[in-house]
């Protein structure tokens, strides 16, 4: 079980594997991710897919190989 917390203020921010910068979601007062599934305020934000190494962004309908968490 992989899981950490951040309880300041954050952004959330995914890219292509390019580096380019793709959705842009936050700040957030509280952020978690538990086994690949990021949360923030208390909504279910990101699902990471194992089987094709990709974030599944659920607001947008979005998929990224890379997700940035960043200090708002």
């Known amino acids: 079980l992989i899981r950490y917390f951040c309880e300041d203020r954050y952004t959330v921010h995914f890219e292509d594997a390019a580096g380019g910068e793709g959705v842009r979601l936050g700040p ?4 978690w991710v538990e086994d690949g599934v990021l949360h923030a305020d208390e909504l279910l934000k ?4 194992e089987q094709t190494q990709i974030w599944h962004a659920y607001e ?13």
Do not use: G, N, R
């Open 46 to 49: 990101a699902k990471f897919h």
């Open 28 to 31: 957030f007062s509280k952020l």
């Open 60 to 72: 947008t309908d979005t998929y990224w190989p890379v997700m940035v968490i960043e200090s708002a």
